[in-house]
């Protein structure tokens, strides 16, 4: 594997300091067209200190600040949240399955690396967890696209756009990522982004928090 350095690290949040940090990228990120959201945003809410639940965020080595944060959910204790709201199919039941909540990059922030390393640390948090399906809703289709992009695909029939109680009742288009095939499903399809996902090696990404954390020998083992 080639190591590759990026200009910002991602990790899970160690302290409480940290998390608020996350939650200002967050209510600062969605603020900009949901103003409401803000004063909600914020604060921390009660998923982010729930057993199993993983609050990443992307801190610039230049300045230390937080310029990007995602939140990780699996429904190893407690159904998803996004299953208060939409009923999965199926063939998403009976599974372990993971829900990816609070995505935003700090505005200004216009390198799409820091999307994708955040994406990938998900990813990799969810294979280490022996997660089969990550879910997420979407609701512009510009975020639509993005996610497709990455190798997700509608959970719902017709693409159904449902309003979800956790992202302020809202529409959005619910879409489901298969982790244990994404690797093949890459390699594949010679997907653009599976030197970055697959083949890089970025010492800069910590996909679990350090007390949970398994070498990276392991996660390339969990990946093939």
């Known amino acids: 594997m080639r190591t590759h350095l990026l200009h910002f690290t991602v990790r899970p949040v160690a302290d409480e300091a940290e998390l608020r940090a996350a939650c200002a990228v967050r209510a600062t990120a969605y603020g900009r067209r949901l103003p409401n959201v803000v004063s909600l945003w914020c604060e921390p809410d009660e998923l982010d ?19 990007g944060t995602v939140r990780l959910a699996t429904n190893h204790q407690r159904p998803l949240q996004i299953e208060g709201s939409a009923a999965l199919p199926a063939a998403y039941l009976g599974t372990r399955n993971a829900e ?37 809703g979407a609701r512009l289709p510009s975020l639509v696209r993005g996610y497709q992009r990455l190798g997700f695909t509608d959970a719902l029939p017709r693409g159904e756009m449902v309003p979800l109680a956790h992202a302020g009742n809202l529409p959005h288009r619910v879409l489901a990522f298969n982790v244990r095939t994404a690797r093949a499903d890459w390699q594949a399809a010679q997907h653009p982004f599976y030197g970055f996902m697959i083949e890089q090696q970025h010492p800069d990404i910590t996909p679990l928090p350090q007390q949970q954390a398994v070498p990276a020998a392991g996660l390339q083992a969990l990946a093939a």
């Open 100 to 136: 990816i909540t609070r995505l935003a990059i700090l505005p200004g922030q216009d390198d799409p690396a820091i999307k994708l390393a955040l994406m990938k640390a998900v990813y990799q948090a969810a294979l280490a967890r022996s997660v089969e399906w990550m879910v997420i």
């Open 49 to 67: 200190r729930q057993p199993g639940v993983i609050v990443f965020a992307a801190f610039s080595k230049a300045t230390g600040e937080a310029i």
